[in-house]
């Protein structure tokens, strides 16, 4: 089964929600193939379904101060901070292909991202099972994930922090969980290139799905009948 690598580079919380719900629907319809969309996201705080307002520390106001939005949406989970300098991956896969399993689908993208540490920076992540969702390094968070399935369709994803601007996560209780978060560029003492680690996360996503990349046109996809 082929994978569809979507590379949006920056681009705005709002505009990528409508493509995520586009392309949801296409797949849902059986017109297109699984995608990962891999991009960066200017300033924004996204609310989950147990999003508590409690967990953002300024209010609307403030925030617009910073030039950062807040956005509720569907996805599992409380609070969480996207920005440059990190990585989200939104997956739209049919989970037919995992026997529906919405748990698998989770734990395959955790994997994903901690085979990344490992393998390429030696870094110990790893899972807190039947905990929280993400990964960890220590006791700090360096990827969130958010998922929401419907008519056995996933959307939203992974938020995993390379060289993202870690003061900013000082606005929120990230994930409602007062817990640290870190990022690559911290544990490794440089910043790294991010189109490096997109193509690393691209190649361990396919590995751990089981899927053949085709990298593709947002416009291709979307203009597909």
């Known amino acids: ?19 995520q719900y586009a392309l949801h629907k296409k797949r849902v319809n059986n017109e297109i193939q699984d995608t990962l969309l891999l991009l960066e996201h200017n300033s924004v705080i996204t609310l989950g379904t147990r999003g508590d307002y409690n967990n953002i520390y300024l ?5 617009k101060e910073f030039s950062i939005d807040i956005f509720e949406v569907n996805r599992g989970g409380d609070v969480t901070y996207h920005g440059p300098g990190q990585i989200v991956g939104y997956l739209i896969m049919d989970l037919k292909s995992l026997q ?3 748990k698998e689908f989770v734990k395959k993208m955790e994997q ?3 085979n990344l540490l490992n393998n390429n920076y030696s870094l110990k992540a790893y ?10 390094l220590g006791e ?4 969130a994930i958010g998922i929401e399935a419907k008519k056995w369709v996933t959307m939203h994803g992974f938020a995993f922090n390379i060289n993202t601007n870690l003061e900013h996560f000082k606005l929120i209780n990230p994930c409602g969980l007062s817990k640290e978060v870190t990022s690559l560029e911290q544990q490794i003492g440089f910043k790294e290139d991010i189109q490096k680690v997109k193509e690393g996360l691209a190649i361990n996503i396919c590995n751990e799905y089981q899927r053949t990349p085709i990298k593709m046109d947002i416009k291709e996809l979307l203009d597909n009948k």
Request: hydrophobic share 40%.
């Open 1 to 19: 089964m082929n994978l569809n690598i979507v590379d949006l580079k920056t681009i705005e919380y709002g505009k990528c929600l409508e493509f």
């Open 140 to 143: 700090k968070k360096i990827a």
């Open 127 to 136: 899972r807190q099972q039947g905990k929280f969702t993400g990964v960890w």
């Open 100 to 102: 529906n399993d919405l």
């Open 59 to 63: 209010d609307k106001e403030k925030l």
């Open 112 to 114: 994903s991202i901690i």
